[in-house]
C-alpha cells in the first residue's frame, strides 16, 4: 500500500505514468489542443459505480488476504497447529496497517472491514481444545507483550496487545489496565469502552466463573463513576441498580440529572423577540465573486458562513480577518488577520468554506493559504482556481495568542502542510480531528488528529481517492466539498462526500469500517462561461447519531441513508428529493428535515413513510434553520421576519421576530444577496437567536428582557 495515497503500489505507478503521459499532451501548443477539443460534443458523462472508490484499498490487501485463506485452509484441512501459526504471524504482521477485507455488497452499498477484525472473529470461532493449543503457543509471547506496555504505561500499547492474542488472558488484564490509564488521564469515555469489552469477555462461555465474578465485581465501581464523568448518567443509574442487588451501594442519581444524558435539543427562548444588536458590516473582509455568475450551486449562498460560538462571545472567520464579538453587547472584542496567502482568490463555491469552532479553551479557523490561477480559453476553463485551505489555532482562554498554524513553514510535515480543509472540525480531550483533502492525480481524503496545543499529528488515516466533476482538460472543476465529523463513544465517524463514510476508533485511528454508497452520475464539465446548474438534494448537513443508528446525508448522493454505526451495514435509505435540504437532528425519537416542507420521520424507521409527518413552510431561506423543542426555528424570505413551526400540525406557525422595519422584499430577491443584510443562519444560544450572513450577525432577544436592561 502506498500510505500518502491510500492505493497500492503497483496502480500508484500506473497512474504516475498516466500523469506524466498527460503532461506531455499538455507541451502541445494550446491554440492547436483547444481547436481540436472545441469540436468534441458536449455532454459526455462519468458514472461512478458501486465499489470504484473502495477498489485500491481491496486491490492492495489482495496479497495479505491471499495469504489469511492459506492459513484458514490449513485449519480446515486439519493441520491445525500450522494454521494457528500462520494466522497469528499474519495478525501481528497487518495490525494496524488497515488492510480492509469486504464484509457486505449490495447494487448500492458496499462495507470493507479490518482483516485483524476477520483474523480474531476466526480465532474465536475456534473449538475449545484448539482454542487451548493457542493459548500454549502464544501465552508467554502475549505476556511480554503486555509486560512491556505496562512499563511504559501507555494505554494505546495495552490495547493493542489486548487486540493481538484475543484468546489468552493477556486480553482482559490489558484492557482493565487500559481503563484504568484513561481514567487516571481524565478520559472517562474511553476507559468506558476499555471496560465495556471487558464485561463482554467475562460473559464468553468458558471463562472461569468465579474470577470473572470476582472481576465484575472489583469493576462496577470504578465503571460507574467512569460513566458519571462522562455524562452517561441513565446507564450510571442502571448499573446502580443492578450493583445494589450484589450489596453494592453507588450514589443515587436523580431524575433531572439524567435527562442531561442525551444530547439536548434547546427550548426556543424567545416568544416575542427584538433585535438586541447587530454587528458592524464586515462584508468588506469576504473575498466572494457574486458578480461573474460562477457560482457552482448559486442556490445555496446562505450556506457559506459558520460561526463559532463560546461562552460570551461569538466568532466570525471572513477570507481575510477572524472577529470576535461580545455575545450580549455585540462589540467587536478581537480582530485577527489571517493573512490569506491568495488575496487574489475570491469564493465561488457557496457551501460551507468560512467557519470557525470552539469548545470554550481553543479556536480554530479556516483560510486560504494559497489557491491557483484561474485558466481559460473563450470561456472554457482550463482548470478553475483551487483553493488549499490551512487551519489556524488561537488560545483564547489564555492571552489570546496564535498557537499553530497547519501551513506554516516550520510545519516538517509536508502532507499535513499541504492538506486541505474545508469542513469544520472537532476539538475534545487535547485533539483536533478534522478531514482534509489534497490533490495527487485524484481527490485524497484523509482524517487527521492533531494535538491541539501544538498542531502536530498524534496519526492520519487515508480515508478515500475519488474525484470530482472534471473540466474538459480533464482539471478538477470545483474545490472538493467535505463531509462532516461526529465523536461519540471513542469513535469518530466521518462523510467523504466522494463516495465513501467511514468509522475510526479515536485514539488511534483504527478503521472499524468504510462503506461506500452509490454516488450520483460525474458529469464532465464542458459548459462555456458558466458551470451547469444542476440541483443538489442536500446541504451541507452534520450526522446525526441516534440508538446505534448513523443518519449521514452525503452531498454526492441523492440518498438519506441510516447506518448500523457499529458494523456499517445500510439499515434502511430514502430518497431525498423534495423532503428539504437540511437535517438538523433528533427530536422526541422524530428525525427533522427542513426545506420547502417540514418533515419529520421516525428515527426507528425512516422506511415507514406512512409515519411521516410533513407541511408547507412559508418562503424558508436556504440557509441553515435551528431545530428546537416541539419545532423549527428559520427566516422567511418573503415576510423578513423569523418564524417558529411546530412539528405538531395542530399549532400554528407563529412570528417570533420581524427582521426589517423598512417594506416587504420583492419575491425572488433573496435575504443572502449582497444588497441585503437581513437573515442567515440560525443558531439559539441560550436565551438568545443569533443570526450570521456574509454582511454582518444579528442578535436577537426576547422583549421583556430588553425592556428590564434599560
Known sequence: MDTAKGSPTPLKKLITSTDSGRLRYRSVPRLLMLTSVLWISVGGTLRADIGTALIPLLVGADGVIQEYRNAVSHLDSGEVLKGIRKIQVLHETVWGNNPQMEADFSDNWRVVRPLSTRIIERLRALPPEQQQMYRKEFGTRARSVLDRALSDMDPEALLRAADLYPLTDVRVEALVAAGDLFFERDQPELAVGAWDLVLIELAIAGQDADRALELTISLKPRLWLALVRAGKLQRAEKLRIEASERGLQFKEISIESMASDQPQ???????????AWKTHNYSQHVAYG??????????????????????DWVAIATSRRLLRYDLRTGKLVANDNLHSGAPYFEEQDPDSRLWATTDGSLLISSYVAWASRREDY???????????????????????????????????????????????????????????????????????????????????????????????????????????????????????????????RAWDGQVQWIAEYDRKSQRTYRSRYRQPRRGRVWAPNPLVLHDGKLFVTPLDSSQLHAIDAETGSI??????????????????????????????????????????????????????????????????????????????????????????????????????????????????????????????ATCLTQRLAIWEEK
Open 265 to 275: 435539543v434547546p427550548e426556543n427562548p424567545i416568544e416575542e423577540g427584538v433585535i
Open 571 to 696: 439499515i434502511s435509505q430514502v430518497e431525498g428529493k423534495g423532503l428539504g435540504p437540511h437535517m438538523l437532528g433528533v427530536t422526541d425519537g422524530r428525525l427533522v428535515l427542513f426545506g420547502d416542507l417540514l418533515t419529520s420521520m421516525l428515527a426507528s424507521d425512516i422506511s415507514r413513510s406512512d409515519m411521516w409527518n410533513q407541511a408547507l413552510t412559508r418562503s424558508p431561506a436556504t440557509a441553515r434553520p435551528a431545530l428546537v423543542k416541539g419545532g423549527v426555528i428559520y427566516i422567511s424570505v418573503n415576510e423578513s421576519a423569523l418564524y417558529q413551526q411546530a412539528l405538531d400540525q395542530t399549532h400554528a406557525t407563529k412570528v417570533i421576530a420581524s427582521l426589517s422595519d423598512g417594506p416587504k422584499q420583492r419575491p425572488g430577491i433573496g435575504v443572502f444577496r449582497a444588497e441585503s443584510s437581513v437573515g442567515g443562519r440560525v443558531d439559539v444560544v441560550g436565551d438568545r437567536i443569533i443570526l450570521t450572513n456574509l454582511i454582518q
Open 290 to 311: 457574486t458578480g461573474r455568475g460562477r457560482s457552482y450551486y448559486p442556490d445555496l449562498t446562505g450556506s457559506i458562513l459558520t460561526p463559532g460560538i463560546g461562552q
Open 378 to 504: 473563450l470561456g472554457f476553463d482550463i482548470q478553475v482556481s483551487l483553493p488549499s485551505r490551512a487551519m489556524k489555532c488561537w488560545d483564547v482562554k489564555g492571552d489570546g495568542r496564535l498557537l499553530w498554524d497547519t501551513s506554516d513553514r516550520s510545519n516538517n510535515d509536508a502532507m499535513l502542510r499541504k492538506s486541505s480543509f474545508n469542513s469544520v472540525p472537532m476539538i475534545k480531550d487535547g485533539k483536533v480531528w478534522a478531514l482534509g483533502w489534497r490533490k495527487s492525480g485524484y481527490i485524497d481524503v484523509t482524517l487527521w488528529c492533531l494535538d491541539a496545543s501544538t498542531g502536530k499529528k498524534i496519526w492520519s488515516r487515508p480515508i478515500v481517492g475519488n474525484q470530482v466533476e472534471l473540466t474538459m482538460f480533464g482539471e478538477p472543476a470545483r474545490e472538493p466539498i467535505l463531509g462532516a465529523i461526529l465523536l461519540d463513544d471513542g469513535m469518530i465517524y466521518c462523510c467523504s462526500n466522494l463516495g465513501v463514510i467511514a468509522a475510526l
